[in-house]
């Protein structure tokens, strides 16, 4: 309709809305109530009810969106997705986990190697979804997302890695944060170099 939406980091997942991108105002958080059970059972050293990251895509009649949980200064970290039929009028469903890291790896681990956070989700002009997603550790990943279900549409791959910073492109990488988007034939990535959450001393930039 008339009506734009932005989400951002914060307890529940605020939200602002505006009919013409001067003026704001709040809007109920995605979990009023408190987070989903399973994303403080998943990470139990996260900060409770408080979500970092979200994106919102709309596909097969729903807004899909997509947060992460995590444990900062660590790789104990998931990304979820919650959906509504509508944003205007918004009634948030939580579907549960897409991907997590943990490290040792528990019995829901998908990976030890890359840092869960940060998902970016695009939907292509062929109806095809894709999550870009990660890292501050090993680089980015994309993966392939199922439209039925809004999560991995091959469950036993956490996706491609596509970029990583790391000398010799290992541990250590600084990349975070990633966009992917379809143009005039080609795919581009935007990623966040450097390190953020220091005041003036961050280095984050984009490239």
Known sequence: ?????IYGDGTGIPGNTSTDLRNWSSTAAV????PPAWTTNSIPGGSPN???APDTAYFNGLWHMYYAYSQWGTIDSVIGVA???SLTNAV???QGKVVKSYYPATGDTDTTAYNCIDPSIYVAANGTVWMSYGSYSSGILVAQIDPTTGLRLNTS???TQVANNAAGGGWGST??????????GYWYLFVNWGGCCNLTYSTYNIR
């Open 175 to 184: 990349e975070e944060a990633p966009c992917i988007y379809q143009r005039g």
């Open 157 to 159: 791959s956490i996706g």
């Open 31 to 34: 979990f009023p109530g408190g």
């Open 83 to 85: 959906t509504s039929p």
């Open 1 to 5: 309709g008339n009506s734009y939406f």
């Open 50 to 52: 408080y979500f970092w």
């Open 92 to 94: 948030w469903t939580d």
